[in-house]
């Protein structure tokens, strides 16, 4: 069952692309958090979302929100991505227990082995504000995320 809004979001610890723990309540009085589940780095739909992301990242910072990534990827594919795309933001490694913090969201793919792109936008009480799943394949209309992210 997905995260929904309204309830407070599980907390986690994963490593970056650089193997550093990232803990999302670290984050709580300070920051907002778009946290962006993806299938898999170096993918079409995936790659295209997040350059989005990237190229309107000041979208996210001008509200004082972390983007943060998360996929099944090692934290090795995770950095080559990050390099040749010139992602600034966090990319976080679910790949063992594989996809565990995926599951806690509500959007592990067990069949797949992958998370399905989720979206959650988590206030700096640690409360989800927006939530989204999209089917594989399904773009996101990040839209709605810019919505809910002016709303804060």
């Known amino acids: ?3 929904e809004v309204g ?3 599980p907390d986690f610890t994963l490593n970056d692309y650089n193997k550093q723990p990232v803990t999302l309540s670290q984050f709580q009085g300070e920051k907002n958090v778009l946290l962006v589940f993806y299938p898999f780095a170096f993918s079409g739909i995936c790659q295209g979302e997040l350059c989005q992301v990237r190229d309107e990242i000041a979208e996210y910072t001008d509200h004082n929100v972390q983007v943060i990534g998360v996929s099944v990827d090692t934290p090795f594919s995770l950095k080559a991505w990050a390099e040749q795309q010139g992602y600034t933001f966090p990319l976080l490694s679910d790949f063992w227990p594989h996809g ?4 806690t969201y509500g959007v592990f793919n067990e069949a797949a082995g992958l ?16 939530a989204e799943i999209n089917a594989p394949g399904e773009a996101r209309d990040q839209d709605a995320w810019k919505k809910a992210v002016t709303t804060l």
């Open 1 to 3: 069952m997905a995260v």
């Open 7 to 9: 309830s407070k979001a």
């Open 100 to 103: 565990a913090v995926a599951t």
């Open 115 to 130: 998370a399905n792109r989720g979206t959650f936008l988590i206030d700096t009480t640690g409360t989800v504000r927006f």
